[in-house]
Structure formats: C-alpha cells, structure tokens
C-alpha cells in the first residue's frame, strides 16, 4: 500500500478506540495527524502515543460545533501545510429502545452529530484545500446502518444508513478531485461497544463466522486502504467489516 509520507489527515474522535486506531495506522504509514474529540486530557495522552507534536496535534472540541469544525482545519493546515485526508469517525448513541419512545431532542441530536457533522466536515475541507488540491474522505458508519432492523438501536441505526447514503451522494457531487467513502463495522472493541459485548463476549463472537469481534486494527487498516492512492478508482462505496456476522442475517 502506498505511503503517506507528507500527507494530512484530520480523524474526527480519535481520543481512544476506532478513532485513535486509525490515526496510529495512518501515522505509521508516514501521514501527520489532526486529531478531535471533547476531552482535551484524553487528546494529549492519544498526541503522546502517536509520537508528539511533530506527527500529531489536537484540537478538542463537539465534532458538530461548526467553530471547532473551523479551528481544526484551520490548526491542521497551520501546523503541517495541507488537508488531504478527512477520517468522520465521531458518532453517538445517547439511547436505547424502542425508537418510538424517543425523545426528539436526543434524536435530533443523533443525527446532527451522526449525519450532519460529517457533511460539514467534509465542506470545510474542500472548502480549505481538498477542492483545490484533491483529497479523500471517509465516513465510519456501522452495520446498524444496512438494510436490516436494529432492535434498541434503532434511530442510531437510521442515522448510519443516512451517512452511507449520504456517502453516495458525496462522491457524486465531489468527483473527480475528492473522493468519498464508508466503512461500516459490526461489533469493535472499544469503550463506545462495551454494552454489546461486555460479560458475554465469547457468546457474542459466537455468531461471527470469524469466531471474534473486531478490533481497531481491523477498521484502521481498511481506513488506510480507502484513503490511499490504491484505492483511486473508488467512490461512493461503503466496506462493510463485520467478520462475516451480517452474512448469518446477525448484528
């Protein structure tokens, strides 16, 4: 896989888990890294484990504040000169149950930071650089997000399928110069997942033909794949990593 030697990439939530998984791949390849998340504490010691400074910066603040959104570019290509890369990792899902019993705030709140941040995101950086110089954007979406129902998780799952079909209508609208796509994973080991797995982990993996869940790594390197030039030819697609749970119709 090509390197990332002088390239930029800015990795929305990137403190810990999927987020922090990505930008170590990224940087190991040879990429400089603009990190996000709320924490500012929980940002130094992901900057700390990246390499420090020379490699990686951090700009804490809510992924759908459109003034963080702003500064975070802004810091990025101050720092290392460009923004070739847009990793839209941030995602919540405040609730669960029934998506009826809803309340309308937290679901409004869901897809502004599921669906909407991402959009601005990703505007800020063509506006910034990608529009002029070319990039690569990709969206971390979930198997919530494929065309089957998510008990529990439902208006979580609703807000990913809107950011793969937003990734489509992304790489149409941004062609040929930027390039958009989607990875959606199953269950990952993090802290965001603990409550899907946590106490009866082998009991879950059970189910996957891979006999494990997945791990940052795994996400990360198909990150790596879409954002780099041997993925060139690649648009408006989303890489479903689930260690062959979705093929046995499970979540």
């Known amino acids: 896989m090509n390197s990332f030697k ?55 603040g809510k992924a759908d504040d459109t003034a963080h959104q702003e500064e975070a570019v802004a810091k990025a290509i101050e720092a290392f000169g460009r923004l070739d890369m847009l990793v839209n990792n941030t995602g919540i899902n405040p609730v669960y149950g029934p998506m009826l019993d809803i309340d309308l705030e937290a679901a409004m709140k869901i897809f502004a930071v599921n669906v909407l941040a991402p959009l601005s995101w990703t505007r800020r950086a063509r506006d910034a650089w990608m529009g002029e110089h070319g990039g690569s954007v990709v969206n971390v979406s979930s198997v919530a997000g494929l065309p089957h129902a998510s008990p529990g998780l439902g208006m979580y799952g609703v807000s990913k399928a809107a950011l793969i079909r937003q990734t489509v209508e992304l790489g149409v609208e941004l062609g040929p110069k930027i390039r958009v796509n989607a990875v959606a994973p199953a269950v990952v080991k993090t802290k965001f997942a603990t409550a899907l797995y946590e106490g009866r982990e082998e009991e879950v993996a059970s189910a996957y033909p891979m006999k494990r869940l997945g791990v940052p790594a795994d996400i990360a390197g198909a990150v790596a794949f879409l954002l780099s030039d041997e993925a060139g030819w690649i648009t408006g697609q989303t890489l479903v990593l689930d260690g062959g749970v979705t093929l046995m119709g499970g979540v």
Do not use: F, M
């Open 6 to 60: 002088d390239r930029v990439a800015i990795i929305t939530g990137a403190s810990r888990g999927i987020g922090l998984g990505i930008a170590k791949e990224l940087v190991e390849r040879g990429a400089k890294v603009c990190i996000t998340a709320r924490k500012p504490e929980a940002l130094a010691d992901a900057v700390n484990e990246l390499g420090g400074p020379d490699v990686a910066i951090a700009v804490p």
